[in-house]
């Protein structure tokens, strides 16, 4: 009897019997606490007078038991094959391979390393996870498909200024809240209202919590080779206790499994000490997230424009980017994305650090402590720590008894 080939592409295992005429997929595999290995195996054959499909089901690849009575069942359906030598060497490689786990690599001080890499910067760094969180109807979801264009086109003269890869990116929209109809509107007025060209977002529908639906999306991914999916949203793809850790330690173990970049969509919840708003639910959310963007929007009733600013609350790969701002127009023709600083938005004001306040303020030329400390309601010693701090990164010149601009001196 013939060793199977065996394949592996992104946790799922490949076995082929070629004198048999046999292929066996193994999917969907779990390593339990007492040692067990159990997982999905669907067992096919390409011999003439069967039919293709002879076996799929849930199976103990630790048990001597389940082994002897699949052997017997399949001797019933394929008696061109020794069942149980074929389902000891798919026992024995399956586990083999699940409690391996990753190789062992050696990382030499040496070697010419890259830095990190950006998907799209500075937004969305390149395989890692990255969380894009805010109120309802602050326009993420918009927002994601708007990154989805840049990348997809890709479009280097976006006017949030945003750096694709010179290369077309294939995107897998995965959504937990709406239906195709109501994205696939959404692409196209986006389309329209930029004047756009033709593009597609590959797109699918989920009901069933990413984790336990990991083997389908895999598919998906590999079927229309994406490389970035975009998760709308979070709670939906969960579908657990959001303050539980557990429940964010299964979504970013899943997410590691399809090792590749990916973008979340998440809700907010407020800080019950510093009243702050953070990702709803528990801090693994923003413990395992690569790079984490806020949203907030302002909007005057009855306007069908909103003000949207991005704010880098987290980096694990650079120094936080300056906020992002932009305008969501709602016109007939479509939807239009613009740029605008955010500090044109009074409402985000107060978002911003200290130091950037002060350098937005002083754009308008210098002023002295006092001026500046009455302006921003900032008390005299803090303003003049700040400024030393501005001065110390060549940010600021003090001129007599003012305080500038190094640009604008």
Partial sequence: MSLPQIEETAGSYYFTWKEEQLKVTVSRLSQHKDGRVTGEILITTTAPGYSPHLHQAQFNFSSTQSRTQLAKLMMERYEEADWTNILEQLSYYTLDRAR???????????????????LLWPIIPFHQPTILYGDGGVGKSYLALFFAFCLSLPWPDNP????AKTEPTRVLYLDYETDEKEIAWRVKSLKSGMELPDMSINYRRCVMPLADDIEQIRQAIQQVGASLIIVDSIG???AADLNAAETAIRLFNALRQLNLTSLLISHTSKDRITKNKTIFGSVYFHTYSRSVWEVKKFQEIGEDEIDVGLFHRKSNLSKLHYPIGAAISFRENGIVIKTQEVTNVAEFLETLSATARIEELLKSGPMTISEIGEELDISRNATRAYLSRMKSRNKVVKVADKWGLVAAT
Avoid: Q, R
């Fill in 160 to 163: 949030l200024n945003l750096m």
């Fill in 100 to 118: 391996k786990g990753e190789p062992v690599k050696t990382i030499k001080t040496s070697d010419e390393i890259s830095p990190p890499d950006y």
């Fill in 236 to 238: 939906a793809a969960c």
